[in-house]
């Protein structure tokens, strides 16, 4: 799409610092790397990474500082649901991709990302820890939430857990639940697809302590915008439950600049009502970005997605929505995982 110099890219508000190491990434039949040995790690899916799950990091982070060890968490993917249930597609809030950048703005030391198959679903709890966490992965200690459950027909509870670390010489704590800003129910993955599935970024935000956002690569499109005077950079988000509508939004390019935007996702109804696509307007930005690596997080709420009876209309309505925009941006200091 349209690379200009006449504004500068802008830092996003309230950045996450990030640890500076590069994040050490152990997958399933590798050995373990000198940086990963004797680990404390976090165990969960951390789809979305939100305030709970940080508390579990905080805890890791923590407890490694304290016994001299690497902290780490031990991830699975694809998402166990995914597997289970190959044909009922799975709105993930975090992406294999997401939650690796976002664990390293944690400042976490490593991750281990366990392949989700037949054969670790038909682990035993006794086994996933002695054969799994102390033989093969050679960790420490562990730490998991309240609700934590693994091992063959989810037969390993938080209580079978302390039990066979005990069992087999690892440390392990478990954190209770953790409820946003003091309110009453506890935060969770379920909460925040909800709150984006009705449009309610800032509820979701809320909840994940920080912007969500998206990653892919910039697709050709139609070339729609670049006639109408808004070209964007279009991304296809796979399984995304996101309300279709105009949001306020900041994206991270390839060579890390970091630019204020509004976009749409939704079906495009005033002209082919095709397959859902994100669609990312940067302001004061002119440049070719097709093939490359995007992330966009999403600020706010505008409107929702709507026909308008000429292109003109939905024109007049566009550079409103910019307005819109770009004043929610200047306002908000929701924390971003995009540096």
């Known amino acids: 799409?349209?690379?200009?110099?006449?504004?500068?890219?802008?830092?996003?508000?309230?950045?996450?610092?990030?640890?500076?190491?590069?994040?050490?990434?152990?997958?399933?039949?590798?050995?373990?790397?000198?940086?990963?040995?004797?680990?404390?790690?976090?165990?969960?899916?951390?789809?979305?990474?939100?305030?709970g799950h940080r508390a579990l990091i905080a805890t890791v982070r923590e407890l490694a500082s304290a016994s001299g060890r690497p902290s780490a968490v031990l991830t699975f993917e694809p998402h166990p649901r995914e597997f289970f249930a190959p044909g009922r597609p799975m709105f993930r809030l975090t992406g294999e991709a997401e939650?690796?950048?976002?664990?390293?703005?944690?400042?976490?030391?490593?991750?281990?990302?366990?392949?989700?198959?037949?054969?670790?679903?038909?682990?035993?709890?006794?086994?996933?820890?002695?054969?799994?966490?102390?033989?093969?992965?050679?960790?420490?200690?562990?730490?998991?939430?309240?609700?934590?459950?693994?091992?063959?027909?989810?037969?390993?509870?938080?209580?079978?857990?302390?039990?066979?670390?005990?069992?087999?010489?690892?440390?392990?704590?478990?954190v209770p639940a953790v409820a946003a800003g003091g309110g009453e129910a506890p935060v969770s993955s379920s909460a925040i697809r909800a709150a984006l599935e009705a449009g309610d970024v800032a509820s979701a935000n809320h909840l994940l302590g920080y912007r969500w956002f998206v990653e892919g690569e910039v697709r050709h499109g139609d070339k729609r915008g670049r006639v109408l005077g808004f070209p964007t950079a279009n991304l296809s988000l796979s399984s995304c439950g996101l309300a279709h509508g105009i949001y306020a939004v900041r994206a991270r390019l390839a060579d890390g600049q970091v630019r204020d935007g509004v976009a749409s996702y939704g079906r495009r109804p005033t002209f082919d009502d095709g397959a859902p696509l994100l669609e990312t307007y940067l302001f004061d930005f002119a440049g070719d970005l097709y093939g490359q690596r995007m992330q966009v997080e999403f600020a706010g709420w505008i409107r929702g997605e709507v026909r308008f009876e000429s292109a003109e209309a939905l024109v007049a309505r566009m550079h409103e929505d910019a307005a819109a925009a770009r004043r929610l941006l200047a306002q908000d200091r929701t924390p971003s995982m995009l540096g």
């Open 1 to 51: 799409m349209p690379s200009s110099d006449e504004t500068a890219a802008r830092p996003v508000a309230a950045p996450i610092p990030s640890s500076v190491a590069p994040l050490v990434v152990h997958r399933d039949g590798e050995p373990v790397p000198a940086p990963l040995r004797g680990a404390v790690a976090a165990l969960g899916n951390f789809d979305g990474i939100h305030q």
């Open 99 to 174: 939650k690796l950048a976002v664990l390293h703005r944690l400042g976490i030391g490593g991750v281990f990302v366990r392949r989700f198959d037949a054969g670790l679903a038909g682990t035993g709890a006794a086994a996933f820890v002695a054969g799994l966490l102390r033989a093969e992965l050679g960790l420490s200690g562990v730490v998991i939430g309240h609700d934590f459950h693994f091992g063959r027909g989810r037969e390993g509870t938080p209580a079978v857990l302390e039990a066979l670390c005990a069992e087999n010489g690892l440390a392990c704590r478990v």
